[in-house]
């Protein structure tokens, strides 16, 4: 699909980061653009600093306020022809002392909703035969870290439902694309950054218009998966050569990436 003014597109996590430049890269191409997120106060200033944008205050947790402020969003301005399940948290940590409700809500909001966000839009764009999604995963869903287990789980289990998705909708007129950023310079860490993993190198982090421009480009040309920045793909080598990647991160990430290999 094209993105131009004619395109209704809804962004999940759009107060900030990664779905704030996404709603933003939108906007500057003329879509009218809903963004969702649970807090109103920075979702309402957000939106106004996005041309044609409105704010859709819900918890991507709960399928029925999400069904219905996306629904509000269809009346106002027509079908949903975009949509980016991209919000998501992450507590990082060793697992042995990770609060099991905090483990809980991980894979509540990263992987249940992004399948309420689908949920929301799939059976419209089945019926029109046109749309496209996008899951927003990550690297450590291609290969998972130390002190990232419940997070790097909920991120494999967004794609691999998002692999499986894209290959049930052929021939539909529905495609999707997945996503797997690397490190990059968002508030996701915020709350926990005096207890990061050694191998988390924030200052390599690059910014989030640069995801949200790959993003857009990667749906233009129907891409099946968009890796930023590039070299992120490699960690998809783990599936194959977990030994290989292993030593690789160990030069790149220190010790703390794959402490088992000694
Ligand atoms: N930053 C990175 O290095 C990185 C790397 C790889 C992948 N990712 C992925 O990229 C996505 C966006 O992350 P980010 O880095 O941009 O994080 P961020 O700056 O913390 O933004 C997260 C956004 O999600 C919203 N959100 C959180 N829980 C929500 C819920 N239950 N319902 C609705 N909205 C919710 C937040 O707003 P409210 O809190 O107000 O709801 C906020 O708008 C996440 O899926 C993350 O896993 C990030």
């Known amino acids: 699909m094209q993105i131009g003014t004619d395109t209704r597109a809804v962004v ?41 944008a409105s704010a859709l205050c819900a918890d991507v947790v709960d399928r029925d306020s999400l069904e219905k402020r996306i629904g509000e969003f269809r009346e106002r301005e027509g079908e949903v022809d975009l949509a980016i399940a991209n919000a998501g948290v992450a ?4 697992y042995r002392d990770l609060d099991r409700e905090q483990a809980e809500r991980m894979i509540e909001i990263n992987f249940i909703g992004t399948l309420n966000l689908v949920d929301a839009v799939l059976p419209a764009m089945l019926n029109r035969g046109s749309g496209h999604l996008v899951v927003v995963s990550s690297g450590a869903g291609l290969r998972a870290f130390p002190w990232a287990a419940v997070y790097g789980a909920t991120k494999a289990a967004q794609k691999a439902f998002a692999e499986a998705l894209r290959h049930e ?24 950054r005096d207890r990061m993993p050694d191998w988390y190198k924030s200052k390599n982090a690059i910014g989030p218009e640069v995801v949200a421009d790959a993003v857009l480009a990667g749906v233009e040309a129907d891409r099946r998966e968009v890796h930023v920045p590039r070299q992120v793909r490699l960690l998809g080598l783990n599936d194959l050569f977990p ?7 160990v030069l790149l990430r220190g010790g703390a990436s794959a402490p088992r290999r000694y």
Do not use: C, N
């Open 12 to 52: 999940t996590g759009a107060s900030r980061g990664i779905g704030l430049a996404l709603a933003s890269a939108l906007g500057e191409r003329g879509a009218r653009v809903g963004m969702i997120a649970r807090g109103e106060a920075e979702l309402k200033a957000a939106s106004e600093g996005v041309v044609g």
């Open 91 to 94: 507590h990082y940590g060793p």
């Open 169 to 192: 909708l052929s021939g539909t007129g529905v495609s999707l694309t997945s996503v797997f950023p690397g490190e990059i310079h968002t508030s996701l860490h915020d709350h926990e």
């Open 243 to 249: 030994g290989l990647v292993d030593r690789l991160l």
